[in-house]
């Protein structure tokens, strides 16, 4: 029976997390594999996918003793209200980090190839609305949705890389070890950053039975996994890597090989379209949480007030990156930057189980399920 | 002489002009204390109390013994003689020997004049003559048994329910020397009968459709559903027209919040009027601000009985022949109640031809907007040169010839609304001429956007809802401009907010986009898709009824070799 509270399913945060992950691969994904690790590109990704699992067996058996909390709520019961404040500070700052630097990679891409006579904060602004609607319909619509356009955008990816199919050439990914097991081993060190959108999982947990938990975890990363080796194969596949590493959005590319003929001459923007609905999807759920954490954080009763001062401050800090002329995205540098997000959440988990705040919670008449 | 008129001046008759002007301050209350007190300026004040509408204080009194009183107060509370329709009759009654006096009052038109006679009037005034050998002690009871053979009547006490009842098509019959009245349900007045359904016809299922009357309309929905259970609670909207209006659900079915929640709704309406489901809905839906409907309004009695068996709640108004029905889902706006009618293969068929209209319909100018102008690389060569050579003359930009063409097709479809019958054809003409043809010869829209449009046209047209499909065409104005603002990003932006909108909007607690947002377990069959028939066991999940099965797991018993496993399944 479907419940009234403010709940969502499994399915729906599998996709959330799916498209968190998911969505790197419309910016440059596929090239950052096959820079790393050269025609070997692809084990980069089947790497990467594997420690995480490794990652998440261990996040779930510690949650064993946590229950349904979220990171907020452990770092409370561990270290009390300021070691809470700190945490949502960091995880704030990090998410907000994100938002930031892919709403200016994104823009960057659709203005690129599809609105080059707007200026880009057109581009930008049309994105803000975007998250600001999301953000102002909140995270139960934000997830649903996700839940039924996700769908739509693997199926666009798909008829993109099953269109090249014909063009691919299996010597493409020889030799197998490409540039060797060093630039696999760092590659897959460094593109773990993939990943760290998994953050927003810990933060889901409240929200869908504990019993999922599991199941939520291991399924986005399977799938998100799978779809992360297919795009870098397929792309690999179709470029040699001395070639691929120079194609500036690879999915866009792949679609330019693409000529139906008859009266859909080419598909590419398809690849608009669904990188515009999956960045639309993936910043929205980037900043409905962060306002949620905030709010959390600081103990707001509501968040719709913040909206958009916050949306200013992201478009600001955005424009203010996007001036250093670095990439926010790919560089090594940030690429460490980003594994706050596994990293961060496993030191928590691991306090929370070591003081089993989920079994105190649930003495006190608690949240654990 | 006709001429000199115009020689010779004339002054005109003065006309006098009508000034509008303010109503006096009725002192109503005042006048009510002064009437029964000797006070200064008394006849001023009773004067005043002749134009004061009878108040509750006066309704809430009770039926007095004194008849001429009682008289009195119904003549106050119409205003009788000056209201034209109200008919009242003094008469007399003899019960053993003793002589009382009696009065009617009924609206003339409202009422069974041939039922007031022969079934009040005549045994009141004739039959009371008869021998009576029994003991009178109670002469309410006696005429209450004997004299009133008639088969709606009802004892009453107080002037409201008089009132009520009389404008309802009662007769109010009252007896000296009795504290209450008898109400007469007389109620006839000219309807329109039982027709077929005028905006969801079917080939396939019954071709009945509501009418105006409450009572046919329960009726109706009570004959196809012939369930003991079939719950009807009635009740009144209006503070002034008190019109009827009744809440259905079947009671072991239905979630009971749910039809707490519905008739707390419609309850707590404080309007003066109301006319048609059409307001009510308005006044009992979750968000006025959605462009999509939250209630479903039908006209088609098997419908709202499908929709009844699945746990859905029926509000039906007196005066209306839509009937509203929910919560509403979003795939029950793409249903018909043909759709159970038809056979599997054909109902998926159509379903998809559906889902494809609504498509077309919300998105096809938008994104042909969004491909002319930032994605021309999909086009074919050859198509997009014809498309160029064609728009060549076109002096406006797409985006505003496109406007045109919406534009000026809302206004066709709401002239052939609203132009009488006989010239209805007109339309067409005028449309399809002047907007087919000429627009195109005198270079004001290109043909391709004639087809566009075209094509948008027939996919609104094959959405079932006339709610959902004026939604549609709302939006598609915001697509269009999406479209030539940002291309395929802004048809992305829009539908991202269109879903979010429709996500969070929730009809009577059920999400909008249930099944699908949130995921509800797959049992329920008839989602967008439809299961055969013998697979619909469950109800939907959604509405949480109090019995989610349907039907057995095996209804077509005669497919099953052994007819023991047919019980074992039941016990599922």
């Known amino acids: 029976m479907m419940k009234t509270r403010m709940t969502f399913g499994s399915w729906e945060a599998i996709t959330v997390l799916v498209n968190s992950i ?25 790497i990467i996918t594997v420690v995480v699992l490794i990652y998440f067996s261990i996040s779930s058996a510690l949650y064993e003793n946590i229950g349904s909390l979220d990171l907020l709520d452990i770092s409370e019961r561990v270290g009390g209200r300021v070691l809470k404040i700190i945490v949502g500070f960091l995880i704030t700052a990090f998410l907000f980090f994100e938002l930031t630097a892919f709403l200016g990679g994104f823009s960057q891409v659709l203005k690129m190839i599809s609105l080059d006579k707007s200026p880009l904060g057109f581009v930008e602004i049309l994105f803000l609305i975007g998250i600001i609607a999301c953000a102002y319909f909140g995270i139960e619509a934000v ?55 998994i953050i927003i999982l810990f933060f889901m947990i409240p929200f869908f039975k504990k019993k999922y938990i599991k199941r939520v975890g291991y399924m986005s990363i399977l799938i998100s996994g799978l779809l992360l080796l297919w795009a870098t194969l397929s792309f690999l596949l179709l470029y040699p890597y001395q070639i691929a590493v120079d194609n500036k959005i690879p999915v866009f590319q792949m679609a330019k090989h693409i000529e139906f003929g008859s009266f859909l001459q080419r598909i590419e923007s398809v690849f608009v379209l669904i990188c515009s609905i999956s960045s639309l999807l993936y ?30 401050i992201s478009l600001t800090v955005s424009d203010i990156l996007k001036r250093m002329d670095a990439d926010m995205v790919n560089s090594k540098a940030v690429n460490m930057i980003w594994l706050t997000g596994l990293v961060l959440p496993l030191i928590i988990i691991i306090f929370g189980a070591c003081k089993k705040v989920g079994k105190k919670s649930a003495e006190g008449g608690g949240e654990i399920d | 002489m006709g001429f000199l008129n115009y020689l010779i001046f004339r002054e005109n008759y003065k006309r006098e002009e009508f000034v509008l002007r303010e109503n006096k301050r009725r002192e109503c209350e005042t006048a009510l204390n002064a009437e029964s007190l000797d006070v200064f300026g008394k006849e001023e004040l009773e004067e005043e109390f002749r134009d004061c509408t009878a108040g509750d ?16 107060v119904v003549k106050r509370i119409y205003k009788i003689p000056d209201n034209s329709d109200l008919v009242t009759r003094k008469f007399n009654i003899t019960v053993k020997d003793k002589v009382l006096k009696g009065f009617i009052v009924f609206i003339d038109g409202m009422t069974d004049r041939v039922s007031i006679s022969n079934n009040i009037l005549q045994p009141l005034m004739l039959l009371s003559n008869l021998d009576i050998r029994e003991n009178i002690h109670d002469i309410g009871e006696f005429i209450y048994n004997r004299l009133l053979p008639f088969n709606q009547i009802k004892k009453v006490c107080d002037f409201k329910e008089i009132t009520e009842s009389v404008n309802f098509g009662g007769c109010a019959v009252f007896v000296d020397g009795l504290e209450c009245a008898f109400a007469a349900d007389v109620k006839s007045w000219e309807h329109r009968s039982v027709d077929t359904p005028r905006s969801e016809t079917v080939i396939r299922g019954s071709q009945e459709a509501f009418n105006e009357q409450l009572r046919a309309n329960t009726a109706l929905i009570r004959k196809i559903l012939k369930d003991k259970d079939l719950m009807i609670e009635s009740t009144t909207i209006g503070r002034r027209s008190n019109t009827p209006c009744a809440v259905m659900y079947i009671r072991d079915i239905a979630n009971d919040s ?29 968000n006025t601000f959605v462009a999509a409907p939250q209630i479903i309004a039908t006209e088609r009695p098997d419908r709202v009985a499908t929709m009844l068996s699945q746990g859905n709640i029926a509000v039906i108004l007196d005066g209306s022949p839509y009937v509203l029905v ?19 293969p054909y109902v998926n068929f159509i379903r998809v031809i559906r889902i494809i209209g609504v498509v077309i319909a919300l998105l096809l100018p938008g994104l042909y907007i969004a491909v002319t102008n930032f994605h021309q690389e999909m086009i074919p060569t050859n198509l997009l040169f014809a498309i160029e050579a064609s728009r060549e003359n076109v002096p406006f930009p797409s985006v505003v010839e496109m406007l045109i063409m919406e534009f000026s097709f809302e206004l066709i479809r709401e002239a052939g609304i609203r132009v009488p019958g006989a010239i209805g054809s007109t339309i067409g003409i005028v449309g399809g001429l002047i907007l087919g043809q000429a627009a195109v010869a005198a270079n004001l829209v290109s043909p391709i956007m004639i087809i566009i449009v075209a094509i948008t046209a027939l996919g609104s047209f094959s959405i079932p809802s006339f709610s959902m499909s004026f939604s549609i065409r709302l939006i598609r104005f915001a697509y269009i401009i999406l479209g030539a603002t940002a291309g395929f990003l802004g048809i992305a932006l829009g539908l991202t907010i269109n879903a979010l909108m429709l996500a969070a909007s929730k009809s009577f607690g059920v ?15 008839d989602k967008l898709s439809r299961k055969p028939i013998w697979k619909q066991e469950y109800r939907p999940d959604y509405l949480n009824p109090k019995d989610i099965k349907s039907q057995s797991k095996i209804s077509r018993s005669w497919a099953v070799k052994n007819d023991k496993s047919e019980g074992e399944d039941d016990e599922d």
């Open chain 1, 283 to 312: 910043l929205g759920v980037v900043f409905t949480f962060i306002l949620h954490i905030m709010q959390k954080t600081l103990g707001l009763k509501k968040s719709k007030p913040i909206i958009l001062p916050m949306a200013v």
């Open chain 2, 258 to 286: 749910l039809v707490n929640e519905v008739l707390k709704r419609v309850k707590s309406i404080n309007v003066d009027y109301i006319f048609d489901t059409g307001e009510l809905e308005q006044l009992i839906e979750d």
């Open chain 1, 143 to 197: 997830v649903r949705i996700n839940a039924f356009l996700l769908p739509v955008v693997i199926a666009g990816f798909l008829l993109i890389t099953a269109g090249v199919i014909p063009q691919m050439d299996i010597n493409n990914i020889f030799p197998v070890m490409g540039e060797g097991y060093g630039s696999i081993a760092m590659g897959s060190l460094y593109k773990l950053s993939a990943y760290s959108s």
């Open chain 2, 57 to 72: 204080e006066i309704l809430k009194k009770k039926i007095s013994k004194d008849l001429e009183l009682n008289i009195q």
């Open chain 2, 326 to 344: 929910m919560p509403a889902t979003v795939t029950e706006f793409l249903h018909t109640s043909e759709d159970t009618n038809i056979r599997y």
């Open chain 2, 511 to 525: 999400p909008f986009l249930a099944p699908f947002g949130p995921v509800t377990k797959e049992k329920y069959s």
């Open chain 1, 22 to 46: 998911f969505v790197q691969v419309f910016l440059s994904f596929p090239r950052d594999m096959a820079a790393y690790g050269g025609s070997a590109g692809w084990m980069v990704s089947l």
